[in-house]
């Protein structure tokens, strides 16, 4: 028998082989295994392509959170300077829970940048509910002394707040909401020697 023919047998036993246990195999269960892959993998494709739908749907549903700064106010003096906080009320118009994650934020008097900082205490906001998030900032008195110098130019001084909130969305990922507030800040009449 020329070497051929014996690797042409070898083959043919593998394959014919093979046939035979998917032949047993579809006997036993019923099904052949090359079926069952073939609608393993198709199942999955299937539920991907419901999940990457849903979630694209999803993204429309959602709504972002309502930011808006309620008061600032000086709580307490140190030896470097002043305490202050800045309490915002954010309004959570989705029916789930929206974690806050964390809060960047700028403060600007009369165009001069006065206060930068990043805060990451997590707070809850209950769906279809509100809460009171506080910014402790604290102000040294250099600072505090530059911008009360810039009032001499400033009849009316204003104040900027840029501030970026962070919330952890289910299915979405982070979703960072702006806020900004121009404000004049009102001051009785002040005679200034510096």
């Known amino acids: 028998m020329p070497a051929g023919t014996v690797e042409s047998l070898a083959w043919r036993r593998g394959f014919g082989s093979q046939l035979q246990t998917d032949c047993y195999a579809s006997r036993v269960t019923g099904r052949n295994p090359r079926t069952r892959r073939t609608a393993a993998t198709l199942s999955a494709v299937a539920l991907l392509a419901l999940l990457v739908a849903g979630c694209a749907g999803f993204g429309h549903l959602f709504k972002d959170p309502k930011v808006v700064l309620r008061e600032a106010t000086v709580t307490g003096f140190s030896s470097a ?46 769906g279809h509910g509100a809460a009171r ?52 800040i009102h001051l009785p009449e002040l005679k200034l020697h510096i």
């Open 81 to 126: 300077g002043a305490d202050l906080s800045l309490d915002f009320d954010v309004v959570n118009p989705n029916g789930v829970r929206l974690p806050l994650s964390g809060v960047d934020y700028q403060v600007w008097v009369n165009g001069e940048r006065f206060l930068v900082g990043t805060e990451r205490k997590r707070v809850d906001i209950p």
């Open 133 to 184: 998030v506080t910014l402790p900032v604290s102000i040294r008195y250099d600072d505090f002394l530059r911008v009360l110098k810039s009032l001499k130019d400033h009849p009316r001084p204003v104040y900027d707040i840029q501030a970026e909130f962070r919330f952890d969305v289910p299915v979405v990922g982070t979703v960072r909401v702006p806020v900004r507030e121009h404000r004049e």
